[in-house]
């Protein structure tokens, strides 16, 4: 093998930055989940200082994680700041299951729609890699959206804003864009596409991808391109002609 190619990797290895802590981050990501849910815990925490001592442990392991992307005093008050915000991340998801329920007729109930479907898995990995991404916090959000990309089949950009009460069912092949932005009460079939069409780079902080307003039902396999805006009234109309 030439040397000049070996020296060239040898010399991009030494300029590479830090390699993200994958495998830790994902699992950091599911053992918070597991805190919230207790549906999803492999134990039970029986008292409130097992409670307090787990977060306490997960704050610090995130603020390590962090390091890998932002200084040490950075990583420390961006993970503080996540640990704050777990009541109301804990709030929306509940939201979202309860949506799932309402809205799909095989849903037995809260607990399984937690435990086992993967659209709620999709969108609480969403919504903790969202939070980061508010944050700024740079590549670890993306890594987290394609945890859950592997893990479900649903592919969400970390930018993407959706709102409350969001119902994904099946999940399978939905892909939602970084500038996309989903009402309230929202439920999206699998095979959808939030996209964009082709853009020049500069373009790239405008908005670029659909909204998708309150109370809307999105149909299987439907795509929607461009910064539209599409309604109740108007999703339905697609459906129809699609």
């Given at each position: 093998m030439h040397a000049a190619f070996i020296q060239s990797l040898a010399a991009a290895h030494r300029q590479a930055t830090a390699p993200l802590p994958g495998q830790a981050l994902c699992l950091l990501a599911d053992q918070l989940l597991q805190v919230l849910f207790?549906?999803?815990?492999?134990?039970?925490?029986?008292?409130?200082?097992?409670?307090?001592?787990?977060?306490?442990?997960?704050?610090?392991?995130?603020?390590?994680?962090?390091?890998?992307?932002?200084?040490?005093?950075?990583?420390?008050?961006?993970?503080?700041?996540?640990?704050?915000?777990?009541?109301?991340?804990?709030?929306?998801?509940?939201?979202?299951?309860?949506?799932?329920?309402?809205?799909?007729?095989?849903?037995?109930?809260?607990?399984?729609?937690?435990?086992?479907?993967?659209?709620?898995?999709?969108?609480?990995?969403?919504?903790?890699?969202?939070?980061?991404?508010q944050?700024?916090?740079?590549?670890?959000?993306?890594?987290?959206?394609?945890?859950?990309?592997?893990?479900?089949?649903?592919?969400?950009h970390p930018g993407a804003r959706i709102g409350p009460s969001f119902c994904i069912d099946h999940g399978t092949g939905i892909v939602i864009g970084e500038t996309a932005v989903i009402g309230a009460y929202v439920k999206i079939f699998q095979g959808v596409t939030l996209g964009a069409l082709s853009v020049a780079k500069h373009m790239a902080n405008i908005k670029r991808h659909p909204t998708i307003e309150d109370h809307t039902v999105v149909y299987a396999g439907l795509p929607f391109w461009a910064a539209a805006r599409w309604s109740a009234a108007t999703a339905s109309l697609a459906a129809t002609c699609g």
């Open positions: 207790p549906e999803r815990a492999t134990r039970p925490l029986n008292s409130t200082d097992a409670v307090e001592a787990v977060l306490y442990q997960l704050q610090t392991d995130l603020a390590d994680l962090l390091r890998s992307v932002l200084s040490t005093a950075e990583a420390e008050q961006i993970a503080q700041t996540c640990m704050q915000g777990l009541p109301q991340l804990r709030d929306l998801l509940l939201g979202d299951a309860e949506a799932i329920v309402a809205a799909d007729p095989a849903a037995k109930g809260s607990e399984e729609v937690i435990s086992t479907y993967p659209g709620f898995y999709a969108i609480a990995l969403h919504r903790f890699a969202h939070a980061l991404y944050l700024q916090v740079p590549r670890v959000p993306r890594l987290l959206s394609e945890y859950a990309h592997t893990r479900t089949g649903v592919d969400i």
